[in-house]
């Protein structure tokens, strides 16, 4: 096996993030010509911002169903509260991972420390067994691993002879790598996975691809290892994600993932007069009200064949 094959490469797209007092967000996953990479569904980049100007990060409760929750930090911090009773930080090399299940609910806030914000916020799809599953809060921090050129965190799954802790439900990879100046690093990668690289800072070239910084290169399964050249005279920032091609359709519309218009329309229902995603305390503000359903519906997507 080989990287002979060129990789797809995803532009982002800014979005508002966080309702009224909403920051922007380089979005890459999903969109019209991928919705998943693995159980990987949803790709958020942000900053570097000052917080100065920007306001910082303040998202008010809102629920999640079907789902996990993925906050990963370059700069800054993060203050995470849910209803299942987790108060937590999320600093820069600490992963700090949410299931939704049947339901939950948090806020995310930078704190008053924080002068630069940046990172990357991440789901991943609950397959149909599992998307009621119980709500959770994992937290890890992953020691760094050196490897021909490249200083890797592996957040999730296993990669450079280094395995995460973290429980998930389909095998999944999250990695941040930080690749020096010029240099040219293989890794061995599961050839079952499909892997996303997100480029974070620097510009990369994957199996032949030149990538640059907020562009998601895909590549489909078939190759056991991966050739990443940093193109700059400055270190590069890279996220690597992966896992086996997900074999459900699944809809997402706002912070919900299902399978059905119906699942949506009920998830919606219960956040807005329900007590199915529970009570965050400690965040002073009203929750986040849910945006109306769309008049036609909502139809499933599943990965590009």
């Known amino acids: 096996m080989s990287n002979a094959v060129q990789a797809e ?6 979005v508002p993030l966080g309702g009224p007092r909403s920051m922007t967000v ?4 999903p969109q019209r010509a991928r919705t998943l990479i693995g159980a990987w569904c949803f790709v958020d980049h942000y900053g570097p911002d000052d917080v100065a100007d ?8 809102h629920p999640h ?4 929750t993925v906050s990963w930090l370059f700069t800054g911090e ?3 509260r849910d209803s299942l009773g987790s108060h937590a930080f999320v600093r820069p090399g600490e992963l700090n991972l949410m299931t939704g299940g049947h339901g ?3 806020t995310e806030v930078s704190t008053p420390s924080t002068t630069v914000l940046h990172g990357v916020q991440l789901w991943v799809a609950l397959p149909d067994e599992h998307r009621h599953a119980d709500r959770d809060f994992q937290h890890y921090a992953p020691t760094p691993v050196q490897v021909d050129g490249v200083e890797v965190r592996v957040f999730l799954g296993e990669l450079a002879g280094d395995t995460s802790p973290v429980r998930t439900f389909t095998p999944l990879l999250g990695a941040e790598l930080v690749l020096e100046p010029h240099a040219t690093t293989t890794l061995t990668v599961d050839a079952g996975f ?3 690289l997100l480029v974070d800072q620097g510009r990369v070239t994957m199996a032949g691809t030149l990538l640059n910084p907020s562009e998601l290169g895909y590549l489909a399964p078939g190759h056991d290892i991966l050739t990443l050249t940093n193109e700059t005279d400055t270190a590069a920032r890279l996220i690597l994600l992966g896992g086996p091609p997900f074999g459900e359709e699944i809809i997402m519309w706002w912070n919900f993932i299902g399978r059905t218009h119906a699942d949506i329309a009920r998830a919606r229902e219960d956040w807005m ?4 995603f529970g009570v965050v305390k400690g965040y002073d503000g009203d929750p986040l009200p849910a945006p109306e359903l769309p008049n036609v519906p909502l139809k499933p997507r599943g990965r590009v064949r």
């Open 104 to 106: 939950i609910s948090h």
């Open 65 to 68: 169903t079907g789902l996990q």
């Open 54 to 61: 920007t306001g910082g990060m303040d998202v008010a409760p």
């Open 26 to 29: 380089r979005r890459t996953l």
């Open 273 to 276: 007069t329900g007590n199915r």
């Open 194 to 196: 499909e892997h996303g």
């Open 78 to 80: 993060i203050e995470h």
């Open 9 to 14: 490469v995803l532009s982002a797209r800014d």
